[in-house]
């Protein structure tokens, strides 16, 4: 005897097979059109049977109507326009003077000195000439110092600094 029991009660039902992707396509499509076209049905019966109950305007949208139209009459036409006034010019704003660089500061300050310079000594320089003042940076000799390495590099021998040794500059041919 088997260990298995059957399950009794309801039948089991025939599988249908399943459609191939293009049949199921087709079958999509053709209940597609005839939505669109119940659709556009439904739509045509409506603009033929004119207004229908929910369009007709209430009491209340008719005085609104009325009360809009009056207001109308009072203003002017649709296409009339008012005449343009001329408008007064702003006056000239006084232009503020460009801020000098650090990089120019230092230039400036190497040109007059006639001692090689570190980039520290120079940023006092550039502050006790009121040339430039650090905007609260932390490191504002570091910052030069790179900028005059990168100009160095960029412009060669037309660079407004040159070094003379190892983090002392002077005054170059582009000062």
Same mark, same amino acid.
């Given at each position: 005897?088997?260990? %298995?029991? %059957?399950?009794?009660?309801? +039948?089991?039902?025939?599988?249908? +097979?399943?459609?191939? $992707?293009?049949?199921?396509?087709?079958?999509?499509?053709?209940?597609?059109?005839?939505?669109?076209?119940?659709?556009?049905?439904?739509?045509?019966?409506?603009?033929?049977?004119?207004?229908?109950? *929910?369009?007709?305007?209430?009491?209340?949208?008719?005085?609104?109507?009325?009360? /809009?139209?009056? !207001?109308?009459?009072?203003?002017?036409?649709?296409?009339?326009?008012?005449? $343009?006034?001329?408008?007064? +010019?702003?006056?000239?704003?006084?232009? $503020? !003077?460009?801020? /000098?660089?650090?990089?120019?500061?230092?230039?400036?300050?190497?040109?007059?000195?006639? /001692?090689?310079?570190?980039? %520290?000594?120079?940023?006092?320089?550039?502050?006790?000439?009121?040339?430039?003042?650090?905007?609260?940076?932390?490191?504002?000799?570091?910052?030069?110092?790179?900028?005059?390495?990168?100009?160095?590099?960029?412009?060669?021998?037309?660079?407004?600094? $040159?070094? *003379?040794?190892?983090?002392?500059? /002077? !005054?170059?041919?582009?000062?």
């Amino acid at each position: 005897m088997s260990t %298995k029991t %059957k399950k009794s009660g309801t +039948p089991r039902k025939p599988r249908t +097979p399943k459609m191939s $992707k293009s049949a199921a396509r087709a079958e999509g499509a053709a209940k597609t059109d005839r939505l669109r076209k119940a659709a556009l049905a439904e739509i045509n019966d409506r603009l033929a049977g004119g207004k229908q109950g *929910h369009e007709v305007p209430s009491e209340k949208e008719v005085a609104n109507n009325a009360n /809009v139209d009056a !207001a109308a009459k009072g203003k002017k036409a649709k296409g009339e326009k008012a005449p $343009k006034t001329s408008k007064v +010019p702003k006056p000239a704003k006084e232009p $503020k !003077a460009k801020r /000098v660089s650090a990089l120019d500061a230092a230039a400036q300050v190497l040109a007059a000195s006639e /001692v090689p310079m570190r980039a %520290k000594e120079m940023i006092t320089a550039m502050e006790a000439k009121k040339l430039w003042t650090s905007p609260s940076g932390k490191t504002p000799e570091a910052t030069l110092y790179a900028a005059i390495i990168r100009e160095i590099a960029a412009k060669g021998s037309a660079a407004r600094f $040159k070094k *003379h040794e190892r983090g002392v500059f /002077v !005054a170059g041919k582009g000062a």
